[in-house]
Protein backbone atom coordinates (compact mmCIF):
# COMPACT_ATOMS: atom_id res chain seq x y z
CA UNK A 1 0.00 0.00 0.00
CA UNK A 2 1.01 2.83 -1.24
CA UNK A 3 0.57 6.17 0.74
CA UNK A 4 -2.25 8.58 0.30
CA UNK A 5 -1.17 12.25 -1.37
CA UNK A 6 -3.31 15.43 -1.12
CA UNK A 7 -7.58 14.61 -1.39
CA UNK A 8 -8.68 16.12 -4.03
CA UNK A 9 -12.30 15.87 -4.20
CA UNK A 10 -14.72 17.36 -1.71
CA UNK A 11 -17.83 14.92 -1.44
CA UNK A 12 -20.19 17.84 -0.85
CA UNK A 13 -19.66 19.01 -4.31
CA UNK A 14 -22.48 18.29 -6.94
CA UNK A 15 -20.06 19.32 -9.46
CA UNK A 16 -15.88 18.68 -8.66
CA UNK A 17 -12.46 19.60 -10.18
CA UNK A 18 -10.16 16.34 -10.22
CA UNK A 19 -6.72 16.98 -10.79
CA UNK A 20 -6.04 14.67 -14.74
CA UNK A 21 -9.53 13.87 -14.72
CA UNK A 22 -11.12 17.33 -15.30
CA UNK A 23 -14.14 18.18 -14.25
CA UNK A 24 -16.17 15.33 -12.97
CA UNK A 25 -20.29 15.78 -12.08
CA UNK A 26 -20.98 13.67 -8.89
CA UNK A 27 -24.42 11.47 -9.27
CA UNK A 28 -26.52 11.13 -12.76
CA UNK A 29 -24.69 7.45 -13.53
CA UNK A 30 -28.65 6.17 -14.31
CA UNK A 31 -27.83 7.70 -17.71
CA UNK A 32 -24.90 6.00 -18.09
CA UNK A 33 -24.77 4.15 -21.18
CA UNK A 34 -24.18 -0.07 -20.50
CA UNK A 35 -20.62 -0.67 -22.04
CA UNK A 36 -19.53 2.65 -21.37
CA UNK A 37 -15.96 2.64 -18.98
CA UNK A 38 -15.99 3.58 -15.19
CA UNK A 39 -12.87 5.64 -15.96
CA UNK A 40 -14.30 8.79 -14.31
CA UNK A 41 -17.45 8.27 -14.73
CA UNK A 42 -19.01 6.93 -11.58
CA UNK A 43 -17.91 7.80 -8.08
CA UNK A 44 -15.21 9.47 -6.25
CA UNK A 45 -12.90 9.49 -3.53
CA UNK A 46 -13.73 12.50 -1.20
CA UNK A 47 -12.69 13.75 2.59
CA UNK A 48 -14.59 11.38 4.93
CA UNK A 49 -15.13 8.73 2.38
CA UNK A 50 -17.25 8.40 -0.58
CA UNK A 51 -18.57 10.61 -2.77
CA UNK A 52 -21.97 10.48 -3.98
CA UNK A 53 -22.65 8.67 -7.10
CA UNK A 54 -23.18 5.55 -9.12
CA UNK A 55 -26.77 5.70 -9.08
CA UNK A 56 -27.08 3.54 -5.67
CA UNK A 57 -29.93 5.52 -4.03
CA UNK A 58 -26.54 6.97 -1.36
CA UNK A 59 -25.10 3.21 -0.81
CA UNK A 60 -21.81 4.78 -1.02
CA UNK A 61 -22.08 7.56 1.03
CA UNK A 62 -20.72 8.01 4.74
CA UNK A 63 -23.13 6.17 6.83
CA UNK A 64 -25.19 4.84 3.93
CA UNK A 65 -26.08 0.95 4.06
CA UNK A 66 -23.12 -0.10 2.64
CA UNK A 67 -20.25 -1.45 5.46
CA UNK A 68 -17.38 0.54 5.18
CA UNK A 69 -15.78 0.43 8.54
CA UNK A 70 -12.51 1.97 8.68
CA UNK A 71 -12.80 3.27 5.01
CA UNK A 72 -13.32 6.63 5.86
CA UNK A 73 -11.21 8.92 5.20
CA UNK A 74 -8.55 6.40 3.70
CA UNK A 75 -6.34 6.87 0.75
CA UNK A 76 -6.47 4.74 -2.35
CA UNK A 77 -4.39 1.95 -1.88
CA UNK A 78 -3.31 2.12 -5.52
CA UNK A 79 -2.97 4.58 -7.00
CA UNK A 80 -2.52 7.20 -4.15
CA UNK A 81 -4.97 9.96 -5.24
CA UNK A 82 -3.07 10.59 -8.49
CA UNK A 83 -5.43 9.67 -11.06
CA UNK A 84 -9.39 9.42 -10.20
CA UNK A 85 -9.78 7.24 -13.00
CA UNK A 86 -7.38 4.48 -11.81
CA UNK A 87 -8.38 4.91 -8.58
CA UNK A 88 -12.39 4.18 -9.34
CA UNK A 89 -11.19 1.02 -11.50
CA UNK A 90 -9.53 -0.31 -8.53
CA UNK A 91 -12.03 -0.09 -6.09
CA UNK A 92 -14.17 -2.00 -8.38
CA UNK A 93 -12.06 -4.61 -9.38
CA UNK A 94 -10.63 -4.83 -6.34
CA UNK A 95 -14.21 -5.82 -4.85
CA UNK A 96 -14.89 -8.43 -7.70
CA UNK A 97 -11.72 -9.79 -7.01
CA UNK A 98 -11.94 -9.99 -3.29
CA UNK A 99 -15.63 -10.16 -2.79
CA UNK A 100 -15.43 -13.71 -5.04
CA UNK A 101 -12.68 -14.92 -2.63
CA UNK A 102 -15.07 -13.68 0.52
CA UNK A 103 -17.97 -15.93 -1.30
CA UNK A 104 -16.02 -19.00 -1.95
CA UNK A 105 -14.24 -18.86 2.03
CA UNK A 106 -17.24 -18.23 3.54
CA UNK A 107 -19.46 -21.06 1.39
CA UNK A 108 -16.34 -23.48 1.03
CA UNK A 109 -17.92 -25.24 4.84
CA UNK A 110 -21.13 -25.69 3.85
CA UNK A 111 -20.81 -26.81 0.16
CA UNK A 112 -21.39 -30.30 0.46
CA UNK A 113 -23.80 -30.10 3.78
CA UNK A 114 -27.93 -30.18 3.49
CA UNK A 115 -29.83 -27.09 4.49
CA UNK A 116 -30.78 -28.49 7.55
CA UNK A 117 -27.67 -29.22 8.56
CA UNK A 118 -26.61 -25.99 7.61
CA UNK A 119 -29.00 -23.88 9.53
CA UNK A 120 -28.74 -26.07 12.81
CA UNK A 121 -24.52 -25.84 12.49
CA UNK A 122 -24.27 -22.21 11.26
CA UNK A 123 -27.08 -21.42 13.73
CA UNK A 124 -28.96 -19.70 10.47
CA UNK A 125 -31.74 -17.01 11.76
CA UNK A 126 -35.26 -17.71 9.91
CA UNK A 127 -35.22 -14.04 9.51
CA UNK A 128 -31.79 -13.48 7.90
CA UNK A 129 -29.36 -15.04 6.05
CA UNK A 130 -26.86 -15.35 9.04
CA UNK A 131 -24.07 -14.01 10.67
CA UNK A 132 -22.15 -13.01 8.08
CA UNK A 133 -18.64 -13.72 8.83
CA UNK A 134 -15.68 -15.14 7.59
CA UNK A 135 -14.53 -18.76 8.73
CA UNK A 136 -11.04 -17.97 9.90
CA UNK A 137 -8.71 -20.68 11.25
CA UNK A 138 -5.30 -19.96 12.39
CA UNK A 139 -5.52 -16.46 11.62
CA UNK A 140 -6.96 -17.19 7.72
CA UNK A 141 -10.04 -17.38 5.49
CA UNK A 142 -9.18 -20.20 3.59
CA UNK A 143 -10.29 -20.39 -0.03
CA UNK A 144 -10.78 -23.12 -2.56
CA UNK A 145 -10.52 -23.92 -6.29
CA UNK A 146 -12.59 -20.98 -6.93
CA UNK A 147 -10.55 -18.43 -6.13
CA UNK A 148 -7.47 -20.44 -7.05
CA UNK A 149 -8.69 -20.55 -10.83
CA UNK A 150 -10.26 -16.84 -10.86
CA UNK A 151 -6.21 -15.89 -10.27
CA UNK A 152 -5.09 -17.79 -13.16
CA UNK A 153 -7.32 -17.00 -15.20
CA UNK A 154 -6.45 -13.46 -13.86
CA UNK A 155 -2.53 -14.00 -14.41
CA UNK A 156 -3.36 -15.75 -17.81
CA UNK A 157 -5.30 -12.31 -19.08
CA UNK A 158 -2.54 -10.08 -17.81
CA UNK A 159 0.32 -12.23 -19.36
CA UNK A 160 -1.44 -12.19 -22.69
CA UNK A 161 -1.80 -8.14 -22.95
CA UNK A 162 1.83 -7.89 -21.56
CA UNK A 163 3.80 -5.03 -23.25
CA UNK A 164 1.32 -3.89 -24.76
CA UNK A 165 -0.73 -6.62 -27.02
CA UNK A 166 -4.12 -6.98 -27.65
CA UNK A 167 -6.02 -9.72 -26.05
CA UNK A 168 -6.46 -12.42 -28.50
CA UNK A 169 -7.12 -16.22 -28.43
CA UNK A 170 -3.55 -16.47 -29.91
CA UNK A 171 -1.85 -15.25 -27.18
CA UNK A 172 -4.74 -16.18 -24.29
CA UNK A 173 -4.69 -19.61 -25.02
CA UNK A 174 -1.27 -20.92 -24.37
CA UNK A 175 -0.94 -18.65 -21.77
CA UNK A 176 -4.69 -20.41 -19.82
CA UNK A 177 -3.54 -23.76 -20.70
CA UNK A 178 -0.21 -22.65 -18.57
CA UNK A 179 -1.74 -21.60 -15.75
CA UNK A 180 -4.85 -24.58 -15.38
CA UNK A 181 -2.04 -26.86 -15.41
CA UNK A 182 0.34 -24.87 -13.02
CA UNK A 183 -2.74 -25.01 -10.81
CA UNK A 184 -2.83 -28.38 -11.14
CA UNK A 185 0.09 -29.75 -10.31
CA UNK A 186 0.39 -27.58 -7.17
CA UNK A 187 -0.18 -29.25 -4.19
CA UNK A 188 -2.23 -26.32 -2.76
CA UNK A 189 -4.94 -27.46 -5.67
CA UNK A 190 -6.18 -30.13 -2.55
CA UNK A 191 -10.05 -27.85 -1.79
CA UNK A 192 -11.65 -30.24 -3.39
CA UNK A 193 -11.84 -29.41 -7.08
CA UNK A 194 -14.12 -30.03 -9.65
CA UNK A 195 -13.73 -33.59 -11.60
CA UNK A 196 -13.69 -31.91 -14.96
CA UNK A 197 -10.93 -29.44 -14.18
CA UNK A 198 -8.94 -32.07 -12.93
CA UNK A 199 -10.01 -34.58 -16.07
CA UNK A 200 -9.51 -31.84 -18.75
CA UNK A 201 -5.83 -30.46 -17.18
CA UNK A 202 -4.86 -33.92 -17.14
CA UNK A 203 -6.00 -34.31 -20.47
CA UNK A 204 -3.87 -30.71 -21.19
CA UNK A 205 -0.65 -31.80 -19.76
CA UNK A 206 -0.47 -34.91 -22.33
CA UNK A 207 -0.13 -31.90 -25.32
CA UNK A 208 -1.71 -31.73 -28.79
CA UNK A 209 -4.79 -29.39 -29.23
CA UNK A 210 -6.87 -28.09 -26.69
CA UNK A 211 -10.10 -28.88 -28.22
CA UNK A 212 -9.41 -32.81 -27.63
CA UNK A 213 -8.87 -31.87 -24.08
CA UNK A 214 -12.08 -30.19 -23.28
CA UNK A 215 -14.69 -32.39 -21.62
CA UNK A 216 -17.30 -31.44 -23.91
CA UNK A 217 -20.32 -32.72 -22.40
CA UNK A 218 -19.42 -30.83 -18.90
CA UNK A 219 -21.57 -27.44 -18.08
CA UNK A 220 -20.36 -27.75 -14.69
CA UNK A 221 -19.85 -24.42 -13.19
CA UNK A 222 -15.97 -24.84 -13.04
CA UNK A 223 -16.74 -23.04 -16.12
CA UNK A 224 -18.38 -19.47 -14.94
CA UNK A 225 -16.81 -19.22 -11.09
CA UNK A 226 -13.51 -18.43 -12.08
CA UNK A 227 -14.55 -16.22 -15.08
CA UNK A 228 -14.79 -12.80 -13.41
CA UNK A 229 -11.31 -11.53 -14.15
CA UNK A 230 -12.44 -11.37 -18.31
CA UNK A 231 -14.62 -8.79 -17.36
CA UNK A 232 -12.48 -6.75 -15.45
CA UNK A 233 -9.89 -6.50 -17.14
CA UNK A 234 -10.04 -3.15 -18.62
CA UNK A 235 -9.81 -1.53 -22.82
CA UNK A 236 -11.38 -4.96 -23.60
CA UNK A 237 -14.32 -5.22 -26.65
CA UNK A 238 -17.11 -6.64 -25.90
CA UNK A 239 -16.90 -9.19 -28.76
CA UNK A 240 -13.68 -9.85 -27.25
CA UNK A 241 -14.82 -10.07 -23.69
CA UNK A 242 -17.79 -12.57 -24.91
CA UNK A 243 -14.69 -14.69 -26.54
CA UNK A 244 -12.12 -14.34 -23.91
CA UNK A 245 -14.92 -15.60 -21.43
CA UNK A 246 -15.71 -18.16 -23.43
CA UNK A 247 -12.33 -19.43 -24.14
CA UNK A 248 -11.40 -19.73 -20.81
CA UNK A 249 -14.39 -22.38 -20.07
CA UNK A 250 -13.52 -24.02 -23.73
CA UNK A 251 -9.99 -25.37 -22.37
CA UNK A 252 -12.03 -27.61 -19.54
CA UNK A 253 -16.01 -26.92 -20.49
CA UNK A 254 -16.81 -27.39 -23.57
CA UNK A 255 -20.45 -27.81 -23.57
CA UNK A 256 -22.47 -24.68 -25.18
CA UNK A 257 -24.25 -24.14 -21.99
CA UNK A 258 -20.76 -23.94 -19.84
CA UNK A 259 -19.49 -21.03 -22.98
CA UNK A 260 -23.10 -19.20 -22.68
CA UNK A 261 -23.27 -19.19 -18.98
CA UNK A 262 -19.34 -17.68 -19.03
CA UNK A 263 -19.76 -14.74 -21.07
CA UNK A 264 -23.09 -13.82 -19.10
CA UNK A 265 -21.57 -14.37 -16.22
CA UNK A 266 -19.00 -12.08 -17.47
CA UNK A 267 -21.48 -9.74 -18.96
CA UNK A 268 -23.25 -9.44 -15.23
CA UNK A 269 -20.34 -8.66 -13.72
CA UNK A 270 -18.89 -6.07 -16.04
CA UNK A 271 -22.18 -4.35 -16.73
CA UNK A 272 -22.28 -3.88 -12.70
CA UNK A 273 -18.90 -2.56 -12.81
CA UNK A 274 -19.87 -0.07 -15.54
CA UNK A 275 -22.76 1.74 -13.41
CA UNK A 276 -25.73 -0.57 -14.56
CA UNK A 277 -28.31 -0.83 -12.06
CA UNK A 278 -28.93 -4.40 -10.04
CA UNK A 279 -32.32 -3.57 -10.67
CA UNK A 280 -32.06 -3.63 -14.47
CA UNK A 281 -29.47 -6.43 -14.56
CA UNK A 282 -32.06 -9.19 -15.38
CA UNK A 283 -33.27 -7.01 -18.60
CA UNK A 284 -29.72 -6.71 -19.30
CA UNK A 285 -28.77 -10.02 -18.94
CA UNK A 286 -32.03 -11.18 -21.35
CA UNK A 287 -30.89 -8.77 -23.96
CA UNK A 288 -27.56 -10.32 -23.76
CA UNK A 289 -28.71 -13.29 -24.55
CA UNK A 290 -30.64 -12.59 -27.99
CA UNK A 291 -27.66 -10.37 -29.21
CA UNK A 292 -25.50 -13.42 -28.53
CA UNK A 293 -27.50 -16.48 -29.26
CA UNK A 294 -26.74 -17.16 -33.03
CA UNK A 295 -22.93 -15.85 -32.20
CA UNK A 296 -20.75 -18.25 -32.46
CA UNK A 297 -17.22 -16.98 -31.61
CA UNK A 298 -14.88 -19.16 -34.23
CA UNK A 299 -12.38 -16.30 -34.37
CA UNK A 300 -11.65 -17.32 -30.43
CA UNK A 301 -12.89 -20.99 -30.23
CA UNK A 302 -11.77 -22.36 -33.75
CA UNK A 303 -13.47 -24.43 -36.07
CA UNK A 304 -13.64 -27.51 -34.20
CA UNK A 305 -15.32 -27.35 -30.60
CA UNK A 306 -19.15 -27.21 -32.47
CA UNK A 307 -19.04 -29.98 -34.15
CA UNK A 308 -20.50 -33.56 -32.21
CA UNK A 309 -23.72 -34.41 -31.10
CA UNK A 310 -24.87 -30.57 -30.02
CA UNK A 311 -25.82 -29.28 -33.66
CA UNK A 312 -25.00 -29.27 -37.29
CA UNK A 313 -23.79 -25.63 -37.38
CA UNK A 314 -21.67 -23.24 -35.28
CA UNK A 315 -24.55 -21.52 -34.53
CA UNK A 316 -27.37 -24.42 -33.84
CA UNK A 317 -24.06 -25.54 -31.05
CA UNK A 318 -24.34 -22.31 -29.13
CA UNK A 319 -28.25 -21.74 -29.27
CA UNK A 320 -28.28 -24.43 -27.60
CA UNK A 321 -26.11 -23.18 -24.80
CA UNK A 322 -28.00 -19.51 -24.94
CA UNK A 323 -31.18 -21.15 -24.74
CA UNK A 324 -30.01 -23.10 -21.43
CA UNK A 325 -29.41 -19.35 -20.18
CA UNK A 326 -32.56 -17.62 -21.18
CA UNK A 327 -34.22 -20.65 -19.29
CA UNK A 328 -32.84 -19.80 -16.15
CA UNK A 329 -33.20 -16.07 -16.22
CA UNK A 330 -37.17 -17.12 -16.31
CA UNK A 331 -35.69 -19.10 -12.85
CA UNK A 332 -34.68 -16.26 -11.68
CA UNK A 333 -37.53 -14.08 -12.55
CA UNK A 334 -39.92 -16.08 -10.94
CA UNK A 335 -37.44 -15.99 -7.47
CA UNK A 336 -37.36 -12.64 -7.65
CA UNK A 337 -41.02 -12.40 -7.74
CA UNK A 338 -41.21 -13.94 -4.89
CA UNK A 339 -38.75 -12.37 -2.89
CA UNK A 340 -38.41 -14.81 -0.43
CA UNK A 341 -35.12 -13.30 1.21
CA UNK A 342 -35.35 -16.59 3.82
CA UNK A 343 -35.45 -19.92 1.91
CA UNK A 344 -33.26 -21.60 0.55
CA UNK A 345 -32.04 -19.96 -2.48
CA UNK A 346 -31.07 -23.09 -4.93
CA UNK A 347 -34.94 -23.65 -4.50
CA UNK A 348 -36.23 -22.44 -7.27
CA UNK A 349 -32.96 -21.38 -9.41
CA UNK A 350 -31.53 -24.71 -8.74
CA UNK A 351 -28.20 -25.98 -6.72
CA UNK A 352 -25.53 -24.12 -8.66
CA UNK A 353 -23.18 -27.43 -9.68
CA UNK A 354 -24.33 -26.39 -13.47
CA UNK A 355 -22.86 -23.63 -14.76
CA UNK A 356 -25.75 -21.89 -15.63
CA UNK A 357 -27.49 -22.88 -12.22
CA UNK A 358 -24.69 -21.20 -10.53
CA UNK A 359 -25.11 -17.76 -12.10
CA UNK A 360 -28.56 -17.77 -11.62
CA UNK A 361 -28.22 -18.64 -8.03
CA UNK A 362 -25.49 -16.38 -7.31
CA UNK A 363 -27.34 -13.67 -8.91
CA UNK A 364 -30.21 -14.32 -6.63
CA UNK A 365 -28.03 -14.33 -3.79
CA UNK A 366 -26.65 -10.66 -4.91
CA UNK A 367 -30.42 -9.15 -6.30
CA UNK A 368 -32.15 -10.21 -2.87
CA UNK A 369 -29.65 -8.22 -1.12
CA UNK A 370 -28.86 -5.34 -3.54
CA UNK A 371 -27.98 -2.58 -1.39
CA UNK A 372 -26.06 -5.27 1.39
CA UNK A 373 -23.36 -6.93 -0.04
CA UNK A 374 -22.08 -8.87 3.09
CA UNK A 375 -26.15 -10.07 3.43
CA UNK A 376 -26.37 -11.08 -0.01
CA UNK A 377 -22.69 -12.98 0.27
CA UNK A 378 -24.13 -14.94 2.91
CA UNK A 379 -27.09 -15.95 1.80
CA UNK A 380 -25.25 -17.33 -0.63
CA UNK A 381 -22.96 -19.08 1.45
CA UNK A 382 -26.18 -20.48 3.70
CA UNK A 383 -27.55 -22.73 0.61
CA UNK A 384 -28.15 -26.34 0.05
CA UNK A 385 -26.19 -26.66 -3.71
CA UNK A 386 -22.88 -25.55 -4.37
CA UNK A 387 -22.65 -22.87 -1.75
CA UNK A 388 -18.46 -21.71 -2.44
CA UNK A 389 -19.31 -21.08 -6.19
CA UNK A 390 -22.40 -19.63 -5.77
CA UNK A 391 -21.52 -17.06 -3.09
CA UNK A 392 -17.98 -16.14 -5.35
CA UNK A 393 -20.27 -15.69 -8.18
CA UNK A 394 -22.29 -13.51 -5.24
CA UNK A 395 -19.63 -11.72 -4.10
CA UNK A 396 -18.33 -10.69 -7.48
CA UNK A 397 -21.35 -9.16 -8.45
CA UNK A 398 -21.82 -6.84 -5.33
CA UNK A 399 -18.01 -5.91 -5.52
CA UNK A 400 -18.45 -4.83 -8.64
CA UNK A 401 -21.40 -2.79 -8.21
CA UNK A 402 -19.68 -1.33 -5.00
CA UNK A 403 -16.61 -1.84 -4.91
CA UNK A 404 -13.90 -2.88 -1.40
CA UNK A 405 -16.46 -0.60 0.21
CA UNK A 406 -18.99 -3.02 0.18
CA UNK A 407 -16.77 -5.42 2.10
CA UNK A 408 -15.65 -5.42 5.97
CA UNK A 409 -12.14 -3.67 5.88
CA UNK A 410 -10.81 -6.53 8.32
CA UNK A 411 -11.73 -9.51 5.66
CA UNK A 412 -8.37 -8.12 3.18
CA UNK A 413 -6.64 -8.89 6.17
CA UNK A 414 -7.16 -12.12 6.83
CA UNK A 415 -8.27 -14.18 3.44
CA UNK A 416 -5.83 -16.07 2.26
CA UNK A 417 -3.94 -15.12 -1.32
CA UNK A 418 -4.70 -11.30 -0.67
CA UNK A 419 -1.57 -10.01 -2.21
CA UNK A 420 -2.35 -12.09 -5.49
CA UNK A 421 -5.49 -10.44 -5.42
CA UNK A 422 -4.44 -7.23 -4.83
CA UNK A 423 -1.84 -7.59 -7.61
CA UNK A 424 -4.10 -8.94 -10.18
CA UNK A 425 -6.59 -6.50 -9.21
CA UNK A 426 -4.17 -3.52 -9.90
CA UNK A 427 -3.49 -5.22 -13.21
CA UNK A 428 -6.53 -5.78 -14.67
CA UNK A 429 -7.98 -2.06 -13.50
CA UNK A 430 -4.86 -0.95 -15.41
CA UNK A 431 -5.55 -2.84 -18.57
CA UNK A 432 -2.03 -4.06 -18.63
CA UNK A 433 0.03 -6.46 -16.90
CA UNK A 434 1.04 -3.45 -15.21
CA UNK A 435 3.89 -3.17 -12.60
CA UNK A 436 5.10 -6.20 -10.87
CA UNK A 437 2.59 -8.70 -12.14
CA UNK A 438 5.10 -10.97 -14.29
CA UNK A 439 5.68 -13.67 -11.29
CA UNK A 440 2.46 -15.28 -11.13
CA UNK A 441 0.08 -16.17 -8.08
CA UNK A 442 1.75 -18.75 -5.83
CA UNK A 443 -0.72 -21.25 -7.28
CA UNK A 444 -1.59 -20.75 -10.81
CA UNK A 445 2.27 -19.79 -10.85
CA UNK A 446 3.98 -22.49 -9.21
CA UNK A 447 5.22 -20.48 -6.61
CA UNK A 448 4.74 -22.67 -3.60
CA UNK A 449 1.83 -21.39 -1.89
MG1 LIG B 1 -14.65 -24.69 -4.71
Same mark, same amino acid.
Given at each position: ?57 ? =? *??? +? /????? %?? #?? $? ?7 ? &? ?119 ? =? *??? +? /????? %?? #?? $? ?7 ? &? ?124 ? /? ?97
Amino acid at each position: MRAGAELAVDGESEDVAVEGAGAFEVGGPQEQAAGEDVHGCVFAHSRGGYARGGGREG =A *LRC +G /GTVPE %AG #RQ $GRACGWCGW &RGLGACVAYERVAGAMFGSAYGDAMGAPTEFLPYAQIVRRFDVPDDAPGAGELPVHGGVAMVTDDTQMALAVADALLAAVEDGHALSAERLTPRLRGRYLAWWQSPDNNRAPGTTCMQACK =A *LAR +G /GAWEA %AT #RR $GSKGCGANM &RVAPVALLDGVSEADRCGAAQLQSALTHGHPTALAASDLTAAAVHALRVGVAPRDLPGYLRAHVGQQRSVYRGDWLGDELWRGPFASSPEEFIARGWDECAGVLDRLDAALLLGDRRADPCRITGA /GWIAEEALATGLLCFLLFPDAPVDALTRAAMTSGDSDSIAALAGAFAGAAYGMAAWPEAWAGVVEYREELERVSAGLAAGTAGSGTGTGTGVAGGAGR
